[in-house]
């Protein structure tokens, strides 16, 4: 497996190195691992170097130098850091734009309207093929596999947060306000209260006490 391309040659950074507020996590994070088993602890230093690039350039994503940087400070061949960057979905190796759009369209989101919110996320965007950043430098759209919250699919992540029970119009109403600045809260975009039915709890809505003896 060669290293991980991306889609700008330009770009790749010519070095990486891990800032100070990331440098105070790396020792606590490493110290989670028994002696000669740090590199277990390449994910959470794949997750801060993306975060790091998130806070120093706007794109959440993990340049190849820093994969190195990674596999340096951990004692491992950087070909290993590589397998996992490339394996995981949440490990962009290459430049996402501000707002990433993560779109599940496997069985369950699907039955409940994923088609509706990917081709509203295409008409407001410009984007029309999966991993592509729309001309604006807003929005990359990536269709992952399921993430778990199957129970108010269809489900739209962006960047950390879970978008719930989506539909065209919904999608539209978060595009518009992401290109705002202005993020909603995110969740059941129903106002249903966590995995509760729609509509509000149809069960126990009453106070019985039991009659004193």
Known sequence: MSAPETADTHAEPDSFVFDEQSEALIPKIIAKYPAGRQASAVLPLLDLA???????T????VPRVAMDTIAARLGM??????????????FNTRPVGKWHLQLCTTTPCWLRGSDEVVATCRRITGIKGW????????????????VGACVNAPI??????FYEDMDAAKTEALLEALKRNEPPKPGSMAGRQT???????????????????
């Open 156 to 161: 739209l992540q962006v960047n950390d947060d």
């Open 131 to 146: 991993g592509e950043t729309s001309e604006d430098g807003q929005f990359t759209m990536t269709e992952v596999e399921c």
């Open 58 to 61: 706007g794109s959440a994503w």
């Open 50 to 56: 993306q975060r790091q690039m998130k806070r120093a």
């Open 195 to 213: 995995s509760a039915p729609e509509g509000g709890p149809t069960t126990l809505t009453t106070l019985h006490l039991a009659p004193e003896s």
């Open 77 to 90: 061949a950087p070909i290993r850091v590589y397998e996992v960057a490339t394996f995981y979905l949440m």
